[in-house]
């Protein structure tokens, strides 16, 4: 791999690794696209009232109370995947990886096709340079239960990305994009992605569309700042945009499930 490629691909790491912290910092994005895993084993009446209650502290972003809610539920529920998986995005929250990627492993040993795991695993994964292979495996096996899983898709596009295959990333992207155009982070997430690419102005559309979907979203904010600050002769020329990206296709067929 070239030095160019190479500082490409740690540019592109701390830009996904910033949305990552965004993420799991509790940052208002957006409303993101629905996604609510089923669990085979049901939640007793008191187990239920915990997860909830933590599900209440999640959305008024409160993750070390959210936490101990899940942990309760897991106590209730040891057997029920639903369960693990909350405790895993509430330590995720709390940008504990490490015991994260345990509660999802657990997921996926409960119930081994469960795809909302897989995914989380990929996306864990794909923070890690390491690790990017693992990422591309989970992911595929997430796709292959659940083919219009865009969350997926776009982590998929992402690991494409880091990896230098950016025709095989463009495609996650179109995808994504032809069927939910109006998640903010998705955008924003793309913008670093252009911004590294060296694609200055389809960056700047991208943090644009995202401020537009959320107002409050102040990183795409200080991001459209220091592009439009940024010497116009250090801009490289305009690039190939993913399609999709600011002029999304109407999507085709029913609504992905998510």
Avoid at 91 to 101: G, T
Avoid at 138 to 146: G, K, P, R, V
Avoid at 198 to 205: E, F, N, P, S, T
Wanted: proline share 7%.
């Amino acid at each position: 791999m070239t030095r160019k490629n190479n500082q490409c691909r740690g540019n592109l790491l701390a830009c996904v690794g910033l949305a990552l912290v965004m993420v799991l910092g509790g940052c208002n994005s957006g409303t993101p696209p629905k996604s609510q895993p089923e669990g085979k084993a049901p939640l007793s009446p008191q187990a239920l009232e915990h997860f909830r209650q933590g599900h209440r502290f999640l959305v008024d972003q409160k993750p070390d109370e959210a936490l101990k809610e899940f942990q309760e539920t897991v106590r209730l529920a040891p057997d029920s995947p639903l369960a693990y998986y909350w405790l895993g995005k509430a330590q995720l929250y709390r940008r504990d990886k490490e015991q994260a990627e345990k509660s999802f492993q657990k997921v996926l040993q409960l119930e081994p096709k469960n795809y909302h795991a897989m995914t989380m695993l990929g996306e864990i994964y794909s923070f890690d340079k390491v690790k990017l292979e693992q990422a591309q495996n989970y992911l595929h096996q997430a796709l292959e239960e659940s083919p219009d899983n865009l969350e997926a898709h776009f982590n998929l596009g992402r690991v494409y990305a880091l990896k230098g295959e950016r025709e095989k990333a463009l495609t996650e992207f179109r995808f994504v994009f032809a069927r939910e155009a109006d998640f903010a982070l998705y955008h924003f997430e793309m913008g670093r992605i252009l911004e590294a690419w060296g694609q200055k102005q389809d960056a700047l559309q991208n943090y644009r569309r995202a401020l537009v979907l959320n107002p409050r979203f102040e990183v795409a904010g200080q991001a459209i700042k220091h592009l439009e600050e940024a010497p116009k002769d250090a801009a490289p020329a305009p690039a190939t945009t993913p399609a999709g990206a600011q002029q999304p296709a109407k999507p085709q067929g029913s609504k992905p499930a998510r």
